[in-house]
């Protein structure tokens, strides 16, 4: 069981916003960056938000993370079918210690 | 940027194996690097990393004493040389990049690594 809780899986329609939750703790997301991937299975996982709401180039605005006490978000708005993947969120120490969340399916209906 | 790892197969429990990952596109030797593995249907799960010249190294708890990782910078190569391999090390295991502002941020596409 990871220390970053996350629900197992969320569903939209296409052009809906869908938004994916990241709980913890004060001492872990309370007091650290947090980072989203998106896993399509067969394919390396993306890095799509850093440093709690920041997006790497080439990542669209669709997507969108922030950050609240212990818990983090990331929002997908304009969903699209290519947008079904499984979502992780992560933090990481100073000496590249990572902890993931347990990961959700989103399925686009 | 280019990762690709290599090195999975299918190996007998108690058995060894030694994943490598070879670089392109960065400067290899400026950055930290990290091995994520998935079990098939399960989520990621961090197994160990180490800083840009290799003197810095962190293990997950299912890894310690069992996996160890090192670097080749002049060839742009990180390995992870597992031992005492166990059914659950049963996963695809990626190669990752530290980030520039922290995490990972380019991944490979993954090796699997059955053990059976």
């Known amino acids: 069981q990871s220390v970053l809780t996350q629900p197992p899986s969320a569903s939209g329609t296409p052009g809906q916003r869908v938004t994916i939750s990241c709980s913890g703790s004060?001492?872990?997301?309370?007091?650290?960056?947090v980072f989203w991937y998106q896993h399509v299975a067969g394919a390396a996982p993306k890095l799509l938000i850093y440093?709690?709401?920041q997006r790497p180039s080439g990542i669209p605005d669709r997507f969108s993370g922030s950050k609240s006490g212990s818990s983090a978000s990331l929002s997908i708005s304009g969903l699209r079918s290519e947008d079904e993947a499984h979502y992780y969120c992560?933090?990481?120490?100073?000496?590249?210690?990572?902890?993931f969340g347990g990961g959700t399916k989103l399925t686009v209906l | 940027v280019q990762v690709v790892e290599s090195g999975g197969r299918v190996v007998r429990p108690g058995g060894s194996l030694r994943l490598s990952c070879v670089v392109s596109?960065?400067?290899?030797?400026?950055?930290?690097m990290s091995w994520v593995r998935q079990v098939p249907g399960k989520g990621l799960e961090w197994v160990s990393g180490?800083?840009?010249?290799?003197?810095?190294?962190s293990y997950a708890d299912s890894a310690k004493g069992r996996f160890t990782i090192s670097r080749d910078n002049a060839k742009n190569s990180l390995f992870l040389q597992m031992n005492s391999l166990r059914a659950e090390d049963t996963a695809f295991y990626y190669c990752?990049?530290?980030?520039?502002?922290?995490?990972?941020?380019?991944w490979g596409q993954g090796t699997l690594v059955s053990v059976s």
């Open positions: 992560s933090i990481w120490d100073d000496s590249l210690k990572g902890i």
């Open positions: 990752a990049r530290e980030g520039d502002y922290g995490g990972v941020d380019d």
């Open positions: 004060s001492s872990d997301i309370g007091s650290t960056f």
């Open positions: 596109g960065f400067s290899f030797e400026a950055f930290g």
């Open positions: 180490i800083n840009w010249n290799g003197d810095s190294t």
């Open positions: 440093r709690d709401d």
